[in-house]
């Protein structure tokens, strides 16, 4: 079986501050896929990133910078200088490689309030 | 190009009632998952369609159901409404079911049961 934790439910930073949400994650495949996606106020889920598992590389993308470290089965986001339109909830998501592997699991979410 | 479309965008249902949600993939995109979202929660996975053909099927009744059209939209069914079942129903495209780019979502249908 697969699982996502997201231990964070709910931050609150000010403006220009940076934040790191966390994720790990549990699976038995030997390949998956990770994902980053983030859901504002209206609804739909926009995809942000995605990371194979052997492929351990650091992303950076422009404010935003994921840490995957499959030691730890982690694969925290940071959002540097945060801003007010960063506010929304995000979910990180696993999806295997394997046969039948169709689904992505997702955690419950942390919501990110940004303060200006 | 227009992104994946779903209708309608809020329903209000009573309860043993039957409900039919409705998605139109990317131009394209050949498969369509569902998925459930109860507030506070993450989407839970439903159902996968490729090709016209069921690919996977979450842990969820057989109340619900989906079908594929030949021009890849996609029907998600669910008979005898109950209070639980209150949602916002995701549907998401991709190119192939096991798509490693990504899945793109719509906007959702939020599924009241009164």
């Known amino acids: 079986a697969q699982k996502v934790t997201q231990a964070q439910t709910e931050i609150s930073v000010v403006e220009k501050e940076d934040v790191t949400l966390d994720c790990v994650y549990e699976?038995?495949?030997?390949?998956?896929?990770l994902f980053w996606y983030k859901q504002p106020p209206s609804g739909e889920l926009v995809f942000l990133i995605r990371?194979?598992?052997?492929?351990?590389q650091n992303e950076i993308s422009g404010r935003y910078s994921w840490n995957f470290q499959k030691s730890t089965s982690s694969f925290n986001f940071t959002i540097t200088a945060s801003q007010v339109v960063d506010s929304a909830v995000y979910f990180c998501?696993?999806?295997?490689?394997?046969?039948?592997?169709?689904?992505?699991?997702f955690g419950k979410g942390t919501k990110l309030s940004v303060i200006p | 190009d227009a992104g994946v479309t779903q209708s309608p965008t809020h329903l209000i249902k009573t309860r043993g009632q039957h409900v039919t949600l409705r998605c139109s993939p990317i131009?394209?995109?050949?498969?369509v998952s569902w998925y459930q979202q109860v507030l506070g929660q993450g989407p839970q996975f439903i159902f996968q369609?490729?090709?016209?053909?069921?690919?996977g099927r979450g842990n969820f009744p057989d109340r619900f159901s989906a079908r594929q059209f030949p021009n890849y939209s996609s029907e998600l069914n669910v008979n005898a409404l109950l209070l639980g079942d209150s949602a916002l129903y995701l549907c998401?495209?991709?190119?192939?079911?096991?798509?490693?780019?990504?899945?793109?979502f719509g906007s959702g249908t939020r599924l009241t049961v009164v």
């Open positions: 699976t038995r495949d030997t390949t998956y896929y």
């Open positions: 131009s394209g995109h050949k498969s």
């Open positions: 998401a495209s991709s190119l192939a079911p096991r798509d490693n780019y990504g899945y793109t």
């Open positions: 369609y490729y090709e016209k053909e069921e690919r």
């Open positions: 998501a696993l999806r295997g490689a394997g046969a039948g592997s169709y689904q992505l699991t």
């Open positions: 990371r194979n598992s052997f492929d351990e």
